[in-house]
């Protein structure tokens, strides 16, 4: 991997100071995803739905994309399944919707 982006420096820097903030932690995740390191990405929403498994209903969203993306369809499969459940759990249909429509691209 490269260079850190300014952006994730920031954010990095905002979660030194409040690690226990989930919106930066969601949002430090998607930039390392966005840069590539897929690994940190993945770990940090790992790291966000094993906190909060039932309130960070668009880390599934995320984590199930980028399982996606890779090609780990089993994975994929299992964290959109899982996230469509606490999604809909919450009342929260639209998240519902567009991981039954990511889980439908498998097939």
């Known amino acids: 991997m490269g260079e850190k982006s300014p952006r994730r420096l920031k954010l990095e820097a905002s979660l ?21 390191d897929t690994d940190e990405g993945r770990t940090g929403l790992i790291a966000l739905i094993s906190d909060h498994p039932n309130d960070q209903v668009a880390a599934y969203q995320q984590l199930g994309q980028s399982y996606l993306e890779g090609g780990e369809l089993d994975l994929a499969r299992s964290t959109l399944t899982t996230g469509i459940v606490k999604a809909s759990a919450r009342g929260d249909g639209h998240a519902a919707a567009e991981m039954d429509g990511l889980l439908q691209q498998l097939g």
Request: glycine letters at 14%; one cysteine or more.
């Open 16 to 36: 030194a100071e409040d690690p226990g903030d989930t919106f930066l932690r969601y949002g430090l995740a998607l930039q390392c995803l966005r840069e590539g």
